[in-house]
């Protein structure tokens, strides 16, 4: 895995560059939290103001939504790796471009979950649809919530990957009708996939 150290200190992308000017932000990209034995590997975009504040995804407001998702999947957040395909905040209005995402996923994630898969199969929780493309590039999270599939691993092409797809949990702050969708039909459904894993 790597160091803390080396994450710090990529400036690999654009959206790196550009966080360095946004006046009150603090230039910290984030690292991903979990336990090393995790088996459910949670992905969403990349980090907001609140994460990058308290240096951990996932803890704003969309970290409630999603609290709430993993309590209705009968899902213990300490059992799980959370993590993001960008490391980097970029304000809400400034999405992350593609090459970003492919080149944080290359450089970052990779390493993260080629060591999470070493000794286990991973179930992996799609957020939004970056998360999603990152497994299938054609594919929108519209079309495949709620549903789980295999795929090539990205970090391992030879070997496949379960992937389950949910809404970011940022969307369920946005629509109700998303909201729905992610705290009962996705939660239900993720919950039935863990009970036939053995996880939940």
């Excluded at 949910?166 to 009962?184: G, I």
């Amino acid at each position: 895995m790597y160091a803390a150290y080396e994450l710090a200190e990529c400036n690999l992308c654009q959206e790196r560059l550009f966080v360095k000017r946004v006046e009150g932000v603090i230039d910290a990209p984030v690292p991903p939290n979990g336990p090393p034995n995790a088996k459910v590997v949670l992905i969403g975009r990349n980090p907001g103001k609140e994460e990058i504040r308290q240096g951990r995804s996932f803890v704003g407001p969309a970290g409630q939504q999603l609290d709430r998702m993993l309590i209705a999947a009968n899902l213990p957040r300490r059992l799980c790796w959370i993590t993001n395909i960008g490391k980097c905040f970029t304000p809400s209005e400034v999405k992350p471009s593609p090459r970003c995402l492919r080149t944080c996923a290359g450089q970052w994630l990779n390493q993260e979950l080629a060591e999470l898969s070493l000794n286990q199969e991973l179930l992996i929780v799609a957020l939004g649809d970056e998360a999603l493309k990152y497994f299938e590039p054609e594919a929108y999270v519209g079309m495949l919530h709620g549903t789980s599939f295999f795929t090539p691993k990205p970090w391992l092409p030879s070997q496949r990957v379960e992937v389950f797809v949910s809404y970011h949990p940022s969307a369920a702050l946005r629509s109700t009708a998303v909201k729905r969708f992610f705290l009962q039909n996705d939660a239900a459904a993720l919950k039935a996939s863990l009970r036939e894993r053995g996880i939940a």
